[in-house]
């Protein structure tokens, strides 16, 4: 299994890390700043550098044994095993990520709805809500950006899995279910605003969203609004 320092802290840009196996097209590392693909944030790219030779990380994925695994382009020169490693993220990339992660929690404490589903980018990132009702736009951006401005502190921790089951309303998405079978479950605290399971990378207080307001807003079925946030 590949430590996941990501998880305890998203602000990590690089690492110094072991390469434990690799394919043809993947390095598998035995700690890693690389978050992979899930919870609809994509996957983290970057660069793998050691005293010979670098390769670019296209995209990072769990492997089937729950390994991390850092995709490459085909024919690439590929670190041995037992090899230290430098990984490095692409911060800015990733960074937009957090600020939209940590934006659409924001979005799920306005717009008090289950959540069918979502999907992170760069640029705009979608909440999909189980609701049939019409809603102020401008009401919604105000709300948004009062609770940016009135700079909330996020952090994480972690629950059993029993301590979870036993507080059912704290599991907002209805699609898909929070992992369980660890023994513990991470959960994300917007201080006062939000607290709910998630594997995401996030900020340290929302002040850090910036600039946000809602984008495009469809109408998916009678009882589902697909609902975007944009960055300024």
Sequence with gaps: MTESLFREDSYLKECQARVLRT??????LDRTVFYPMGGGQPGDTGSIRWNDGNVAVTDTRYGADGSIEHLVA???????????VTASIDWDRRYRHMR??????????????????????????????DMEDSFDKDDVNRRLQALVEENHRVS?????????????????????????????VRLLEIEGVDLQPCGGTHLNSTAEVGGIRLGKVEKKGKHNRRVYIELD
């Design 74 to 84: 085909e024919m690439s020169v590929l670190p041995a095993p037992g090899t230290t």
């Design 100 to 129: 939209m992660h940590t934006g659409l929690h924001l979005l799920g404490s306005v717009l008090r709805y289950g959540v069918t589903g979502g999907n992170i980018s760069a640029d705009r990132s979608r909440l999909d809500f």
């Design 23 to 28: 394919t043809d097209t993947a390095i598998v």
């Design 156 to 184: 994480c921790r972690w629950i059993s899995d029993a301590e979870l089951a036993a507080q059912p309303e704290l599991v907002r998405t209805m699609s898909v279910q929070p992992p369980k079978g660890a023994g513990k």
